[in-house]
């Protein structure tokens, strides 16, 4: 079972109260200290009622000279350690977070890799990670969350000049305010639910957008193709608008409500509360200026909501994704060592059965009831000895590669068992198990340098390119290879030589001479691959070239997802 490191957040956050996933970062993910942000948070509130009172002392007119030279001073201090303040709470909260964010996107990829081959295939593509690119959000969200939380503290401070200005003023203000943060509250909740929504559309869209592109020649050949899959992105783009426009709507309500909220405070402190209690309005003018200091932090509140829901939504998302590959890792295998076993004898399947099912796909809880199965191999029974030459043939759909797969330990059976030398693999032992191939596969991916390998020399790698027809095509350097848009069958040959280059005692090579020219094929089938067995390699290749099976030790047949009897070379088992 995974070993996966602790982390103090745990993956099941996924169902919990928007707001929350904001609230858990900030208290587990960030690590800042936030007794300091918050005393400097408070220092900067204070130091704008600090302000508004000094302005008041100063609009009163009844000092001069010295006494205005005082005021003038204290304002500069008070402003200075205000200005102080919140710079020391920007620069931290927003280092803290960065550094926070740099965290979980390594966390991500530890989890990913520590999932399963399986979980890989259902989620999908690079789409399915998309929750990772959003993240950004959160930089630029959590300056305005500083500041929103700021705009709440000068609230506070200022509210509490105002009490003292006039007691009765003070009921009003609570009053007001206790119906605006709560109505602000629940704006935010709603613009949070419709960003999120938005971006869900936008992921679509972007999808959807990668078609065109990877099917671009299609799209310039077939106007009612390329005029379905724009039809499909107004679609989606109108969709995506929808929910921005309602959340833009919303917001601009909640904008509306707030200032009219103030306008309505500006009543009751000017006219409403002098009115009824009689008094002069003397203190009008500092009330006044008190009230306008208001609407700065209630509309710096009001205009963090969009971002802030995006920020929440951006966590949430994160989180989502998170609890997936939490899921996945949990079922599967360890990671292998970096060095495993290099000698055997022989490897056996016995009985080995295995299902595509949805359900084994599943991560989220949504498609564990679509169980079905999709397609099934097996019972599959194959002795393979070291230092073989075997070849694989059967339809397309037949079910080699994922004998291929399990074969090499990256499915794990449904059903029997393989053997290593005679003894079963168990789960713990599959990692180390897998570490015995070297694989390139139909869908292989070419890294852009030979990771895992720092020492290799580019002149010896460079020479092997040579042997496979490359030279000038690429070239390999500390950096990299230097071109890696080639043809296919070009792209196979480097995949060839990176698998070669894990020296690892079994080669698994699927389809891999499929998109050769002749002489290469005739040179890979002829020299290269009994060049390989007499090295002592164990060779496993599909193959639908039948012009060369003469060349393998011995031809299986896979149909229907079952294995047919073996042949020998050249004679495959039932005789095709
Ligand atoms: N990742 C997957 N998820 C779900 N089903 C799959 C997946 N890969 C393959 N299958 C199913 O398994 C069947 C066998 O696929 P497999 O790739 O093993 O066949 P194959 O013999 O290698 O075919 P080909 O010659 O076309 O490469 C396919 O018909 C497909 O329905």
């Not at 995974?2 to 993956?11: A, D, F, K, M, V």
């Not at 700021?150 to 105002?162: E, K």
Request: with cysteine.
């Amino acid at each position: 079972m995974s070993n996966q490191p602790q982390h103090r957040r745990r993956g099941d956050s996924t169902r919990q109260r928007s707001g929350r996933h904001l609230y858990r970062f900030l208290a587990d993910e960030v690590d800042a200290r936030w007794v300091l942000i918050g005393l400097a948070i408070l220092l900067a509130g204070l130091g704008e009622a600090l302000l508004l009172a000094l302005i008041n002392l100063a609009a009163e007119g009844i000092y001069a000279g010295e006494e205005r030279w005082l005021l003038a001073l204290a304002f500069g201090g008070v402003f200075a350690a205000s200005a102080a303040a919140q710079w020391l709470v920007l620069s931290r909260s927003s280092d803290a977070v960065e550094g926070a964010i740099a965290g979980i996107k390594i966390r991500v990829a530890e989890k990913l890799r520590r999932s399963s081959l399986r979980v890989v295939e259902a989620q999908g593509g690079i789409d399915a990670y998309a929750p990772l690119t959003r993240i950004g959000v959160i930089s630029q969200g959590t300056v305005l969350l500083v500041l929103a939380a700021q705009a709440l503290s000068v609230l506070a401070f200022v509210c509490i000049y105002l009490a003292l200005l006039s007691p009765a003023s003070l009921v009003a203000i609570v009053a007001i305010l206790a119906v605006t943060l709560p109505v602000l509250g629940a704006g935010y909740e709603g613009t949070r639910s419709l960003l999120q929504r938005a971006a869900a559309v936008e992921g679509r869209f972007f999808h959807r957008f990668g078609e065109l592109v990877s099917g671009f020649s299609d799209v310039v050949m077939d106007r009612r193709l390329s005029d379905g899959l724009l039809a499909d992105l107004g679609r989606i783009s109108r969709e995506s608008l929808d929910a921005k426009l309602a959340a833009t709507e919303r917001h601009v309500r909640d904008i509306n409500f707030a200032s009219s909220m103030l306008s309505l405070l500006m009543f009751a402190v000017m006219f409403a509360v002098p009115l009824t209690l009689g008094q002069d309005g003397g203190m009008s003018h500092e009330l006044a200026t008190a009230v306008l200091f208001l609407f700065g932090p209630v509309g710096e509140l009001a205009a963090a909501i969009p971002v802030l829901g995006r920020f929440d939504a951006a966590v949430s998302d994160l989180y989502a994704l998170e609890a997936r590959l939490d899921h996945a890792s949990a079922a599967a295998d360890d990671l292998p060592p970096a060095v495993g076993p290099r000698g055997f004898e022989r490897i056996e399947l016995a009985g080995v059965g295995f299902h595509y099912d949805l359900a084994d796909a599943a991560i989220g809880e949504a498609s564990l009831g679509d169980k079905q199965t999709a397609f099934a191999v097996g019972p599959l029974d194959l002795t393979l000895r070291r230092g073989e030459l075997v070849f694989i043939v059967g339809g397309n759909g037949s079910g080699k590669s994922t004998l291929l797969k399990l074969l090499t330990g990256l499915y794990r059976p449904a059903a029997g068992r393989v053997l290593l030398d005679g003894k079963a693999i168990a789960d713990d032992a599959r990692p180390a198990y897998r570490t015995l191939f070297a694989t390139v596969f139909t869908d292989f991916h070419l890294f852009e340098r030979l990771h895992g390998q720092p020492d290799v020399d580019p002149a010896a790698v460079n020479e092997r390119l040579a042997e496979l027809g490359l030279a000038g095509k690429t070239r390999y350097t500390a950096g990299g290879f230097t071109d890696l848009a080639l043809s296919t069958g070009q792209r196979k040959r480097i995949a060839l030589l990176a698998a070669l280059g894990k020296e690892r005692p079994i080669l698994v090579l699927d389809e891999l001479a499929a998109d050769q020219d002749p002489p290469f094929r005739r040179r890979f089938y002829e020299e290269m691959l009994p060049a390989l067995k007499e090295q002592g390699l164990t060779l496993v290749c599909v193959t639908h070239d039948d012009h060369y099976f003469h060349v393998a030790d011995r031809v299986l047949r896979m149909r229907d997802g079952r294995l047919l009897e073996q042949g020998h070379g050249g004679s495959p088992g039932d005789g095709a």
